[in-house]
């Protein structure tokens, strides 16, 4: 399983759109900088209210290429099936490819957030303590979800053995299903339910508010349990239906 991983790594990191897309992010980022500072909102609040409003976009696209990275090449290569015909276990590939979508996604997320803290600390802004929290509470939970949705993905996958509907998927899981899940709440019926707030990002965003308001208990009971559900509950399900799934493809 250890040889796996490291393999998996290494063949994933080989690949130029890996740092391609680190690279364009934080040029993406930096230009946000450079969009605040032209409007000459130079204070604390104005450059964590812009990246607040970016840093979703930007580890969506983090996911979007770990995902690709770790699922893509896999049944197209007939990788995994060659593994597997080899006495690896399913259940250990599924959780081989989760574990390989962590360490990626905190690879590009943390060194994301240790660019971002680096150029916070040599320019000329004077973050508070509590704008600093802000933002990186904002990251932390930001890699959580954007972890939880390509684990929901992944399913997909599995499933469908096709690289196009799974990452279809993980666009819907991120932002199409959230979305309409607010806009059912116009139905007088489903407005009580508030459906949105009981979703991956309305949990998060619970999660979120009670950090800022100094509820930490709360919001990581509410991490734990949006944890279990969501990300224990996709894999345990993709594990599932994967252990007896017909590998005819």
């Known amino acids: 399983m250890r040889r796996l991983l490291k393999g998996d790594i290494r063949r ?10 680190f690279v364009l992010m934080i040029l993406l980022d930096a230009g946000v900088c450079c969009f605040t500072y ?20 930007i580890f969506f696209v983090f996911s979007l290429v770990v995902f690709m990275g770790v699922y893509a090449d896999e049944f197209k290569s007939m990788t995994m099936i060659g593994v597997i015909g080899r ?15 962590v360490l990626l996604l905190l690879l590009q997320t943390g060194g994301f957030a240790l660019v ?24 932390a939970l930001e890699t959580f979800l954007v972890l939880g949705y390509m684990t929901m993905a992944a399913f997909m996958f599995y499933l469908t053995n096709n690289t196009a509907v799974a990452v279809f998927s993980l666009i819907g899981l991120s932002f199409l299903v959230g979305f309409g899940l607010k806009i059912a709440n116009i139905s007088p019926v489903l407005r009580v339910l508030h459906l949105d707030r009981y979703y991956l990002s309305g949990l998060g965003g619970s999660a ?32 599932l239906y994967f252990s007896k799934k017909e590998l005819d493809f």
Do not use: C, W
């Open 87 to 101: 006495g690896f276990s399913r259940e250990k590939m599924v959780l081989v490819k989760f574990i390989d979508s």
């Open 38 to 57: 032209a409007r000459r909102l130079h204070t604390g609040f104005a450059f964590v209210n812009d990246q607040v409003m970016v840093i979703p976009v």
């Open 12 to 21: 994933i990191l080989r690949k130029n759109i890996f740092a391609i897309f």
């Open 116 to 139: 971002l803290f680096i150029g916070i600390k040599i320019s000329p802004l004077n973050l508070s303590a509590d704008e600093m929290r802000y933002l990186f509470v904002k990251i």
């Open 208 to 239: 979120f508010a009670d950090i800022i308001i100094g509820s930490g208990a709360a919001a990581a009971g509410i991490l734990l349990a949006a944890g279990v559900i969501y990300i224990g509950g996709a894999l345990l399900i993709t594990t």
